[in-house]
């Protein structure tokens, strides 16, 4: 079982891409599991959302407090919250960022395994807005096998419909441009 | 074909109720059944659902309405949570006693003071003895099994009582996870026509709702208890003829590993499957423990618990209730007064944990069952303990 | 065994309570706790009919001469009669005793 969380800003999407990732893993033929964290929310401040992907029955409705990946879709998260908190051993953070490797690591003190792209500049060109929400998941195939892109795009169709197209451009892009440390 | 998807299980329970072609909706939003009732008021704006949906002022309206609902003969359907659920109190008693069937999900969330829009179970416990049938959901899949199986026992006309199916507020009504929705023409076929003993009807008329003097009071009453303990049969039936016809078969008491366990956790709701994870790492550690779900609230399904105990020493329940100066939690007073005085009955802690949103992880119920093992051999100073409480 | 004041058993109560047979209360003496009796001075009344509409009890019904009389097994003295009355035909005068 992999189990992920995603930072974001209300407003930022952050379920939404919890929301695909688990309907195409189960497209698939996996188990999966999506949820928000629980409550009210305020456009703009920091909020989590959280996915299982597991090959077979999901049985724990715990909170996810370890998580294998974290994904964080707004630059200036990583500053504020700590994103790594409860990382496992080998798991690894997508970060939304235009900064390199060892800024990343000096700025916010991040010793796991990184996956890096300027996934704002990319929302901003291709979708004409800084939402990243999509555009991340990009980074999030480039970095983990958690789904398969068929599906994902196949989500993606259903839930946006005319606009999935430059949402999978976006994505596709971000799968490109995302750089993987060791 | 049933269709395997991921979906939100509030979606997939308003999906349930159009397939059981539901005709009367009358209900008010509130967090975190929300999306149940908007998703059901979209199907019948967008003419998916061919049933009346009434947007009322109030929880008191909405059941005042389903009780009008029920009684002129159609299929009626609501949906609440917490407060808006005990601002149906005054009408909840009536339909039960007046056999009007009626089915309700509860998005079950705590009580406020303090304010608190999370889960747990305060909500129900409140309206424990509305003389409603009560079940609880495990997983999304539950929720729509259990509220089609409501929708066929409600309506049976041996049982002819309205039905509440209990869903974890949040923890269930907002997860999207893997739920088969079944077919309409498999639903249509475990879910004949309502057609009620007797209805409202100006060509037969009759007289619903009458004064029940002193002379009269104990004996309706008395007719409800005896319907609620009949309906039992026509519950285990209807899970039976479910499982022939959708495959999956439900139970009123789940045993989960319990063969040669010594402590039996006991748990309502969807912290059982958290709890079955709990079960095999403690198994691992050759712990003898087990689990034992209550899926049919009411009637307690007395004569399946008592058999499911099996030889264990010690139960360890787990309410997601804190009733204030009660002697302990509502699902432990039932089991202590189920089991009081039968030779052999095993020791019974009550637990109270996970109110308003607190997590009920693995480690917890390791907790909870090293604190029973514990208890067992020393007598505990109270009659209940809360786990996870913050005393400084 | 103690004396039961019930009238009617659990096992032979109507299903739900309800009554099933319409307009049943005609065969109870429903009228028995009235505290006041409408009186129509025959003078005054037109036979317009708004006490036989407006009896909530429908205790009125017409005499051969096209009056309207009040049932004393059913009226409750609640006195709507003699409110509705356009020729205040109507007076309540109390029960004796
Ligand atoms: S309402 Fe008055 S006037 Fe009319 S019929 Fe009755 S008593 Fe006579
Ligand atoms: S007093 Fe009331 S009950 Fe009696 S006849 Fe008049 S309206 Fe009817």
Redesign the interface.
């Known amino acids: 079982m992999k189990e992920v969380r995603i930072h974001g800003r209300g407003g930022q999407g952050g379920v939404t891409s919890a929301e695909l990732v688990a309907t195409a893993a189960i497209a698939q033929g996996k188990y999966a599991q999506a949820f928000p964290s629980f409550g009210p929310e305020r456009r703009g401040a920091p909020v989590a959302a959280f996915i299982r992907v597991s090959d077979t029955q999901i049985r724990t409705r715990e909170k996810v407090y370890t998580p294998d990946i974290v994904l964080v879709l707004d630059p200036s998260l990583p500053g504020l919250v700590n994103v790594a908190e409860g990382l496992k051993e080998g798991g690894i953070v997508i970060l939304n960022t235009e900064l390199s490797e060892s800024e990343v690591r000096e700025k916010f003190g991040i010793q796991s395994r990184l996956a890096m792209v300027d996934a704002t500049k990319i929302a901003t060109e291709e979708l004409g807005l800084p939402i990243t929400n999509t555009t991340m998941l990009g980074a999030l195939l480039k970095a983990t096998g958690i789904v398969d892109k068929e599906p994902l795009f196949e989500a993606l169709e259903k839930r946006f419909g005319r606009l999935a197209e430059k949402n999978k451009k976006a994505l596709e892009r971000a799968m490109n441009e995302t750089v993987v440390t060791g | 074909m049933s269709k395997r998807v991921g979906i939100e299980v509030s979606i997939a329970i308003a999906e349930a109720v159009g397939l059981a072609r539901a005709e009367v909706i009358p209900a008010y939003p509130i967090t975190p059944q929300t999306h149940i009732v908007e998703h059901l008021s979209e199907m019948v704006a967008n003419g998916e659902l061919d049933a009346e949906f009434i947007p009322v002022e109030s929880e008191h309206a909405a059941m005042s309405c389903c009780c009008g609902s029920s009684a002129a003969g159609a299929r009626t359907f609501t949906s609440s949570s917490a407060q808006g659920l005990s601002l149906m109190s005054e009408i909840l008693y009536i339909p039960s006693t007046m056999r009007l069937p009626m089915v309700m999900v509860v998005a079950n969330r705590a009580m406020s003071a303090p304010i608190s829009i999370w889960n747990d179970h305060q909500d129900i416990m409140v309206q424990r003895d509305i003389g409603w049938i009560q079940t609880f959901a495990e997983n999304g899949q539950e929720a729509v099994d259990l509220t089609l199986h409501a929708f066929r026992v409600a309506e049976d006309r041996n049982v002819s009582l309205p039905f509440i199916v209990n869903i974890d507020g949040f923890t269930l009504s907002h997860v999207i996870e893997p739920i088969e929705l079944p077919d309409q023409e498999d639903v249509d076929k475990f879910l004949p026509p309502f057609k009620p003993r007797y209805k409202l009807d100006p060509r037969r008329p009759i007289t619903m709702g009458p004064v029940g003097i002193p002379e009269v009071y104990t004996e309706a009453k008395v007719a409800h208890d005896m319907a609620m303990r009949k309906a039992k049969r026509y519950i285990l039936k209807a899970w039976d003829e479910f499982a022939e016809i959708f495959g999956r078969k439900y139970n009123p008491v789940e045993s989960y590993r319990t063969e040669d366990a010594e402590i039996l956790l006991v748990t309502m709701g969807s912290i059982s499957e958290t709890a079955m994870t709990a079960v095999d790492a403690m198994r691992d550690d050759g712990q003898k423990v087990g689990l034992l779900r209550i899926r049919l609230w009411r009637p307690f399904p007395s004569q399946e618990f008592r058999k499911a105990i099996g030889k264990a020493k010690v139960l360890a329940v787990v309410d997601r209730c804190l009733p204030p100066g009660a002697v302990c939690g509502p699902v432990g007073a039932e089991i202590r007064s189920l089991l009081y005085k039968i030779p052999g009955a095993p020791k019974i802690f009550s637990f109270v944990a996970g109110l308003g949103g607190r997590d009920v992880t693995v480690a917890r119920f390791k907790e909870i069952v090293d604190k029973a093992r514990q208890f067992a051999k020393k007598r505990p100073r109270e009659l209940y303990e809360v786990i996870g409480v913050r005393e400084k | 065994m103690a004396n039961s ?7 032979t ?1 109507t ?9 049943n209360a005609a065969n109870f003496r429903t009228g028995d706790w009235r505290s006041q009796r409408p009186v129509t001075d025959k003078e005054k009344c037109i036979k317009c009919g708004m006490c036989w509409v407006y009896c909530p009890d429908m205790a009125y019904s017409q005499d051969e001469e096209g009056y309207f009389v009040a049932n004393m097994e059913y009226c409750k003295g609640c006195g709507i009669c003699a409110h509705e009355c356009p020729k205040d035909a109507i007076t309540m005068v109390p029960e004796e005793g």
Do not use: S
């Open positions: 004041d019930a009238i009617v058993g659990w096992k109560i299903f739900g309570c309800h009554i099933l047979e319409p307009g």
